[in-house]
Protein backbone atom coordinates (compact mmCIF):
# COMPACT_ATOMS: atom_id res chain seq x y z
CA UNK A 1 0.00 0.00 0.00
CA UNK A 2 0.97 3.52 -0.86
CA UNK A 3 2.23 5.51 1.83
CA UNK A 4 3.60 9.32 2.44
CA UNK A 5 5.90 10.32 5.25
CA UNK A 6 6.54 14.26 5.92
CA UNK A 7 9.54 14.18 8.83
CA UNK A 8 8.94 17.61 9.92
CA UNK A 9 6.00 18.30 11.60
CA UNK A 10 6.83 22.04 12.24
CA UNK A 11 9.56 24.76 10.61
CA UNK A 12 10.59 27.84 11.12
CA UNK A 13 12.47 29.95 9.01
CA UNK A 14 13.64 33.71 8.25
CA UNK A 15 11.81 35.78 5.48
CA UNK A 16 13.63 36.00 2.83
CA UNK A 17 15.82 32.59 3.61
CA UNK A 18 15.60 29.69 1.73
CA UNK A 19 13.24 26.44 2.26
CA UNK A 20 12.82 22.53 1.96
CA UNK A 21 10.37 20.72 2.90
CA UNK A 22 10.77 17.10 3.01
CA UNK A 23 8.62 14.04 1.35
CA UNK A 24 9.26 10.46 1.19
CA UNK A 25 7.04 8.03 -0.28
CA UNK A 26 6.21 4.33 -0.33
CA UNK A 27 5.01 3.08 -3.96
CA UNK A 28 5.00 0.15 -6.20
CA UNK A 29 4.40 1.80 -9.43
CA UNK A 30 5.43 5.26 -11.08
CA UNK A 31 3.37 7.63 -8.43
CA UNK A 32 1.42 10.35 -9.39
CA UNK A 33 2.83 13.08 -6.36
CA UNK A 34 1.54 16.37 -5.37
CA UNK A 35 2.09 19.09 -2.92
CA UNK A 36 -0.74 21.24 -1.96
CA UNK A 37 -0.96 24.06 0.47
CA UNK A 38 -3.53 24.91 3.20
CA UNK A 39 -4.27 27.97 5.12
CA UNK A 40 -6.00 28.09 8.62
CA UNK A 41 -9.55 27.38 8.06
CA UNK A 42 -9.21 27.09 4.46
CA UNK A 43 -8.98 24.09 1.95
CA UNK A 44 -6.01 22.59 -0.09
CA UNK A 45 -4.38 24.25 -2.77
CA UNK A 46 -2.95 22.84 -5.50
CA UNK A 47 1.45 24.31 -5.62
CA UNK A 48 2.32 21.58 -8.25
CA UNK A 49 2.20 18.26 -9.54
CA UNK A 50 4.19 15.32 -10.90
CA UNK A 51 3.25 12.85 -13.42
CA UNK A 52 5.98 12.39 -15.73
CA UNK A 53 8.54 13.72 -17.43
CA UNK A 54 11.31 16.61 -16.12
CA UNK A 55 11.57 15.48 -12.70
CA UNK A 56 12.28 19.44 -11.79
CA UNK A 57 8.70 20.71 -11.70
CA UNK A 58 7.67 24.60 -11.12
CA UNK A 59 4.81 25.56 -9.07
CA UNK A 60 2.40 28.42 -8.46
CA UNK A 61 3.97 31.03 -6.06
CA UNK A 62 7.53 30.21 -6.48
CA UNK A 63 7.83 27.00 -5.40
CA UNK A 64 9.40 23.90 -6.97
CA UNK A 65 9.65 20.44 -6.35
CA UNK A 66 12.40 17.36 -7.41
CA UNK A 67 11.58 13.61 -8.19
CA UNK A 68 14.47 11.70 -6.83
CA UNK A 69 13.12 7.98 -7.68
CA UNK A 70 16.51 6.39 -6.02
CA UNK A 71 15.37 8.40 -2.59
CA UNK A 72 11.65 8.09 -3.02
CA UNK A 73 11.41 11.24 -2.38
CA UNK A 74 9.39 14.85 -3.57
CA UNK A 75 11.05 17.56 -1.88
CA UNK A 76 9.23 20.85 -2.16
CA UNK A 77 11.53 24.16 -2.43
CA UNK A 78 11.43 27.34 -2.26
CA UNK A 79 14.39 29.92 -2.89
CA UNK A 80 13.60 33.14 -0.69
CA UNK A 81 10.46 32.64 1.51
CA UNK A 82 7.90 35.17 1.81
CA UNK A 83 6.11 35.87 5.17
CA UNK A 84 2.51 34.65 2.89
CA UNK A 85 3.98 31.35 2.66
CA UNK A 86 3.23 30.38 6.12
CA UNK A 87 0.80 27.89 6.04
CA UNK A 88 0.53 23.63 6.10
CA UNK A 89 2.03 21.73 3.67
CA UNK A 90 0.99 18.46 2.48
CA UNK A 91 2.40 15.75 0.10
CA UNK A 92 0.09 13.43 -1.61
CA UNK A 93 0.92 10.02 -4.04
CA UNK A 94 -1.66 8.47 -6.14
CA UNK A 95 -1.26 6.28 -8.56
CA UNK A 96 -4.78 6.85 -9.90
CA UNK A 97 -8.63 6.43 -9.14
CA UNK A 98 -8.92 7.12 -6.03
CA UNK A 99 -6.04 5.42 -3.85
CA UNK A 100 -4.24 9.35 -2.96
CA UNK A 101 -2.38 9.03 0.03
CA UNK A 102 -1.61 12.18 1.84
CA UNK A 103 1.06 12.71 4.83
CA UNK A 104 0.36 14.04 7.91
CA UNK A 105 1.43 17.85 7.02
CA UNK A 106 4.02 20.23 7.90
CA UNK A 107 3.26 23.45 9.36
CA UNK A 108 5.64 26.22 8.30
CA UNK A 109 6.51 29.49 10.21
CA UNK A 110 8.34 32.63 8.71
CA UNK A 111 10.30 35.00 10.68
CA UNK A 112 10.23 38.44 10.53
CA UNK B 1 -16.98 31.66 -11.25
CA UNK B 2 -15.86 27.40 -11.09
CA UNK B 3 -15.12 26.07 -8.36
CA UNK B 4 -15.92 23.47 -5.23
CA UNK B 5 -18.36 24.95 -2.80
CA UNK B 6 -18.86 23.91 0.79
CA UNK B 7 -21.54 24.58 3.20
CA UNK B 8 -21.75 25.68 6.20
CA UNK B 9 -18.41 27.11 7.14
CA UNK B 10 -19.15 25.97 10.86
CA UNK B 11 -21.70 22.93 11.77
CA UNK B 12 -22.83 22.52 15.44
CA UNK B 13 -23.84 19.01 16.57
CA UNK B 14 -26.05 18.03 19.51
CA UNK B 15 -25.47 14.28 20.77
CA UNK B 16 -27.55 11.91 19.48
CA UNK B 17 -28.29 14.14 15.74
CA UNK B 18 -27.62 13.47 12.14
CA UNK B 19 -26.62 16.30 10.54
CA UNK B 20 -26.09 16.88 6.59
CA UNK B 21 -22.86 18.56 5.52
CA UNK B 22 -23.23 19.94 1.35
CA UNK B 23 -20.27 19.57 -1.58
CA UNK B 24 -21.39 20.98 -4.62
CA UNK B 25 -19.37 21.38 -7.92
CA UNK B 26 -19.87 23.12 -11.15
CA UNK B 27 -16.62 21.52 -12.64
CA UNK B 28 -17.99 18.99 -14.73
CA UNK B 29 -15.86 16.39 -12.68
CA UNK B 30 -17.22 12.81 -12.33
CA UNK B 31 -15.27 12.00 -9.41
CA UNK B 32 -15.57 13.66 -5.94
CA UNK B 33 -14.76 13.01 -2.32
CA UNK B 34 -15.07 13.42 1.34
CA UNK B 35 -12.34 13.44 3.46
CA UNK B 36 -12.00 14.07 7.35
CA UNK B 37 -8.76 16.36 8.64
CA UNK B 38 -7.78 16.16 12.29
CA UNK B 39 -5.03 17.40 13.65
CA UNK B 40 -1.36 16.04 13.15
CA UNK B 41 -2.82 13.06 10.63
CA UNK B 42 -3.43 14.71 7.23
CA UNK B 43 -6.26 13.82 5.35
CA UNK B 44 -8.35 10.19 5.40
CA UNK B 45 -10.66 9.37 3.21
CA UNK B 46 -14.33 8.65 4.35
CA UNK B 47 -15.97 8.21 0.81
CA UNK B 48 -15.81 8.47 -2.58
CA UNK B 49 -17.84 8.52 -6.12
CA UNK B 50 -16.46 8.28 -9.49
CA UNK B 51 -20.10 8.35 -10.95
CA UNK B 52 -23.90 9.46 -10.39
CA UNK B 53 -25.87 6.61 -8.47
CA UNK B 54 -22.25 5.07 -7.18
CA UNK B 55 -20.12 5.72 -4.41
CA UNK B 56 -17.61 3.44 -2.14
CA UNK B 57 -16.70 3.40 0.92
CA UNK B 58 -13.27 5.07 2.42
CA UNK B 59 -10.75 4.48 4.91
CA UNK B 60 -12.90 5.60 8.15
CA UNK B 61 -16.45 5.08 6.52
CA UNK B 62 -18.17 3.72 9.72
CA UNK B 63 -20.58 6.47 10.96
CA UNK B 64 -21.15 8.01 7.90
CA UNK B 65 -23.30 8.60 4.79
CA UNK B 66 -23.09 9.65 1.43
CA UNK B 67 -25.88 10.03 -1.71
CA UNK B 68 -25.01 11.00 -5.29
CA UNK B 69 -28.32 11.52 -6.96
CA UNK B 70 -26.53 14.11 -9.22
CA UNK B 71 -23.38 14.98 -10.86
CA UNK B 72 -22.65 18.02 -9.07
CA UNK B 73 -23.67 16.96 -5.43
CA UNK B 74 -21.67 14.69 -2.84
CA UNK B 75 -23.27 14.99 0.43
CA UNK B 76 -22.02 13.58 3.46
CA UNK B 77 -24.29 12.81 6.76
CA UNK B 78 -22.39 12.50 10.09
CA UNK B 79 -24.96 10.10 11.97
CA UNK B 80 -25.31 9.34 15.43
CA UNK B 81 -23.49 6.38 14.92
CA UNK B 82 -19.86 8.87 14.42
CA UNK B 83 -18.76 8.93 18.48
CA UNK B 84 -15.91 11.24 17.59
CA UNK B 85 -17.01 13.45 14.87
CA UNK B 86 -15.17 16.83 15.78
CA UNK B 87 -13.24 17.08 12.67
CA UNK B 88 -12.41 19.44 9.75
CA UNK B 89 -14.21 17.91 6.98
CA UNK B 90 -13.24 18.40 3.10
CA UNK B 91 -14.48 17.55 -0.16
CA UNK B 92 -12.68 16.92 -2.97
CA UNK B 93 -13.33 16.64 -6.92
CA UNK B 94 -11.53 15.16 -9.91
CA UNK B 95 -12.59 14.48 -13.63
CA UNK B 96 -11.96 10.66 -14.23
CA UNK B 97 -9.94 11.50 -17.74
CA UNK B 98 -6.32 9.72 -17.98
CA UNK B 99 -3.97 11.45 -16.75
CA UNK B 100 -6.10 13.92 -14.81
CA UNK B 101 -5.14 12.66 -10.78
CA UNK B 102 -5.14 16.11 -9.84
CA UNK B 103 -8.16 16.86 -7.07
CA UNK B 104 -9.54 20.21 -6.41
CA UNK B 105 -10.61 20.78 -2.86
CA UNK B 106 -13.64 22.98 -1.76
CA UNK B 107 -13.03 25.18 1.76
CA UNK B 108 -14.56 22.82 3.85
CA UNK B 109 -16.78 22.50 7.11
CA UNK B 110 -15.68 22.34 10.40
CA UNK B 111 -18.17 20.46 12.38
CA UNK B 112 -18.53 20.76 16.15
CA UNK B 113 -20.04 18.81 18.93
CA UNK B 114 -22.03 20.92 21.40
Known amino acids: AQSVTQPDIHITVSEGASLELRCNYS??????LFWYVQSPGQGLQLLLK??????LVQGIKGFEAEFKRSQSSFNLRKPSVHWSDAAEYFCAVGGGNNDMRFGAGTRLTVKP | DGGITQSPKYLFRKEGQNVTLSCEQN?????MYWYRQDPGQGLRLIYYSQIVNDFQKGDIAEGYSVSREKKESFPLTVTSAQKNPTAFYLC?????????????FGPGTRLLVL
Open chain 2, 27 to 31: LNHDA
Open chain 1, 27 to 32: YGATPY
Open chain 1, 50 to 55: YFSGDT
Open chain 2, 92 to 104: ASRTTSANQETQY
